[in-house]
């Protein structure tokens, strides 16, 4: 006689953030008429991993739990595969509870129960101005903020933060729903259109329409959520074989970083991790990744605490790297791979720890070049072969790298210059026609950075005959940087410069087609400068790239302009900071060659140096702009036209 089996109980999974949401909606009706997972062409399934889809077809279902462990769902899941035709139903054991803004979260019968009546207005990004105007002449709405894992263009938090502001200058009430991206553009569009519809029963729904500036307030909101990259975490990963040289290059970068004093590091060095973090694993290569998912998980949680975490382990499979770069993305970091590219042979060579001779002899198993691969990156954002190079050379590499990324910028560390250069014009009178190079980029031949579209750092072309391009920058773009423009372009003049260089100017917010400032205009009329046929305008990327030389007024401006463009951190400077750089170069260049020595070794761009607002402050405040703006561009723009330098 055979005993009956007992029934296996339902094996527990923790979805993916999207499945989780997709479980929320299934369990309140959020995705009616879908009931389940995996129904025929429903872009909402559910994934198991291989063990779990065999218990869990033995148990007959499988139950879902949160990251704590929670018991959420239990899933039913047929027998057999060819079963699967109705789908896997879900059924609700507990609802989420925690989470920011989680009472925000409605279920659509509740929101029929609440809200009805109201035009339903689905939000998936702060709204601009113009947008808050036709949400305003609505009357009663409902923001839907389609929250979703993958679905708005800011943090799901930000979003119904942002949303939540807008509503207090409206007739509004806020829903979330965790509606996720599925990865296919029209799918996930189909099925926003029908939980919209659901969540919003016999009401209207508006359909917002792309255009305007965000208001102060939800910009900053924005801002915060999206901080410059300047201020962003930063995971810097140094990968590749023992002995390539990844300690001593992580070690080196830590110390300038730590010089400069203005950002928190943590070392995760491959050794120090492996006798601390992850002791007692093996060079397996299953203890390899485990190794490494402990380094990125550490590392993506510095990240989300804006700081900087500098790992160098050897991290030999690609999909690991790509898994921790994953994790560094999801917690809002930057990851930035160096290859340090050194072959084997001179790691070898080398043999500082005496390892490879032992692996040679059989006397250590899977050894990473030997007996154990190593995949070369083909994502790296640097590559550095350190073979026959100084530490400094090659660490220059990177740190270039790093600054062209605009997330960490170290090239004004002066010791990155040998000594005796740093007084010595970077360019002798008779090299005027070469490419300018930097004195740490002469061996650069040997490196090769994947981006091969980054332009070089200057070089000399048919541009040069053209005039050199300023662009001003303030605000508004009506008192200061009109100002510079029109000043400017009358010092150019009186040095008989004027086919030489050409002026424009731009605000980076406010009017477009004003007229300048009265007040400010004053202080131009009294020099004898005209000012009635200047018109403001805003700020464009093309006016960026149209431009040699960015000078703003305020170290604001200019980060501005370097969180969307930080390749050009080498043109854009505030006013001062380049005044002060061209006073201390001590050099004869002018127009180009100035630019990309200054771009070298420019100053720091300190608020000590800023021009202050002088809008709707008075004519002393004017004047006094108007005095500091014509002192340093006495002394800008004859350095630039190569008339007689004034010094000061
Ligand atoms: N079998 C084998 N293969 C490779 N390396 C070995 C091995 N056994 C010990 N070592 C020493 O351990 C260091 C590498 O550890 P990592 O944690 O960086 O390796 S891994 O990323 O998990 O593959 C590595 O240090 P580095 O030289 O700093 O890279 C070696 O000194
Ligand atoms: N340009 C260079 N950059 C880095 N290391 C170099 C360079 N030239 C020689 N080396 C030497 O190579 C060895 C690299 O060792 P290490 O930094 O511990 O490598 P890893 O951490 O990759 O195992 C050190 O002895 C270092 O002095």
């Given at each position: 006689m055979s005993t009956p089996t007992a029934p296996q109980p339902a094996p527990q999974h923790c979805p993916s953030p999207r499945e989780l949401d997709d479980l929320e909606l299934l369990g309140h009706g959020g995705l009616a008429p879908l009931t389940g997972f995996n129904e025929p062409g429903s872009p909402v399934t559910l994934e198991l991993p291989e063990p779990v889809l065999a218990a869990a077809r033995e148990a007959g279902a499988v139950e879902l739990v949160d990251p704590e462990g929670l018991p959420l769902a239990r899933v039913a899941v047929p027998a057999k595969k060819k079963q699967d035709g109705e789908g896997w139903p879900v059924q609700v054991l507990a609802t989420p509870e925690y989470g920011p803004y989680r009472r925000y979260h409605l279920s659509p019968a509740q929101v029929r129960a609440q809200h009805a009546g109201r035009t339903v207005v689905p939000v998936t990004d702060a709204l601009t101005d113009e947008q808050l105007r036709a949400v305003h002449e609505l009357g009663p709405v409902l923001l839907l903020a389609l929250t979703g894992h993958g679905t708005p263009a800011i943090s799901p938090v930000a979003l119904l933060r942002a949303t939540l502001l807008a509503a207090e200058v409206l007739d509004a009430v806020v829903v979330a729903v965790p509606l996720a991206s599925h990865g296919d553009a029209q799918a996930d569009h189909d099925l926003g259109v029908q939980v919209v519809r659901t969540y919003a029963g016999d009401d209207p729904v508006h359909a917002l329409t792309e255009g305007g500036e965000l208001p102060l307030e939800l910009r900053e909101v924005v801002e915060r959520d999206r901080p410059a990259p300047g201020e962003q975490g930063l995971v810097i990963f140094f990968t590749g074989?023992?002995?390539?040289?990844k300690s001593t290059l992580a070690r080196a970068l830590m110390d300038q970083v730590l010089e400069q004093g203005e950002r928190t590091l943590t070392s995760l060095d491959g050794d120090v991790v492996r006798r601390n973090l992850s002791a007692g694993l093996t060079f397996s290569k299953e203890d390899r990744e485990t190794n490494i998912r402990r380094i990125g998980w550490v590392a993506a949680e510095i990240a989300r605490h804006g700081g900087v975490a500098v790992c160098s382990p050897i991290a030999p499979f690609d999909a690991t790297r790509q898994q921790v770069r994953q994790m560094v993305d999801d917690a809002g970091g930057a990851f930035f791979l160096v290859h340090v590219a050194t072959p084997l042979e001179e790691c070898e060579r080398r043999d500082r720890k005496g390892l490879y001779k032992l692996a040679r002899e059989g006397?250590?198993?899977?050894?990473?070049g030997i007996s154990s691969p190593y995949e070369q990156p083909a994502d790296a954002d640097v590559v550095v072969d350190t073979t026959g190079r100084t530490i400094e050379d090659a660490l220059a590499d990177v740190v270039d790298a790093l600054a062209q990324t605009g997330h960490?910028?170290?090239?004004?560390?002066?010791?990155?210059?040998d000594p005796a250069e740093r007084d010595q014009p970077l360019v002798e009178p008779g090299e005027r026609d070469q490419p300018l190079v930097e004195p740490g980029e002469r061996q650069r031949a040997r490196v090769e950075t994947p981006q091969d579209d980054r332009p070089p750092a200057t070089t000399h072309t048919a541009?040069?005959?053209?005039p050199l391009k300023v662009l001003f920058v303030c605000t508004a773009n009506i008192c200061r940087s009109p100002y510079m423009e029109l000043l400017a372009r009358r010092i150019a003049e009186e040095t008989g410069a004027a086919t030489r260089l050409s002026f424009a100017s731009a605000g980076t917010h406010g009017f477009r087609e004003h007229a300048m400032d009265d007040v400010m205009a004053t202080t131009l009329t009294s020099r004898g400068v005209a000012h009635d046929e200047f018109r403001s305008q805003r700020l464009t990327s093309q006016l960026i790239a149209d431009a040699d030389l960015v000078l703003t007024a305020e170290s604001t401006h200019r980060q501005f302009i370097l969180d969307d463009h930080p390749g050009d951190f080498r043109k854009v400077f505030t006013l001062g900071q380049f005044a002060e750089s061209v006073r201390s170069l001590h050099t004869d260049l002018t127009g180009r060659q100035l630019l990309a020595a200054a771009g070298l070794r420019r100053g720091g761009a300190s608020e000590r140096l800023d021009i202050g607002d002088p809008y709707r402050r008075g004519p002393e405040a004017a004047a006094s702009t108007a005095e500091r703006v014509e002192e340093l561009l006495r002394v800008v723009v004859p350095a630039l036209a190569g008339a007689e330098r004034i010094t000061p």
């Open positions: 074989l023992s002995g390539s040289g006397k250590i198993p899977e050894f990473t960490l910028t170290l090239v004004d560390d002066e010791s990155l210059v541009e040069a005959d053209e």
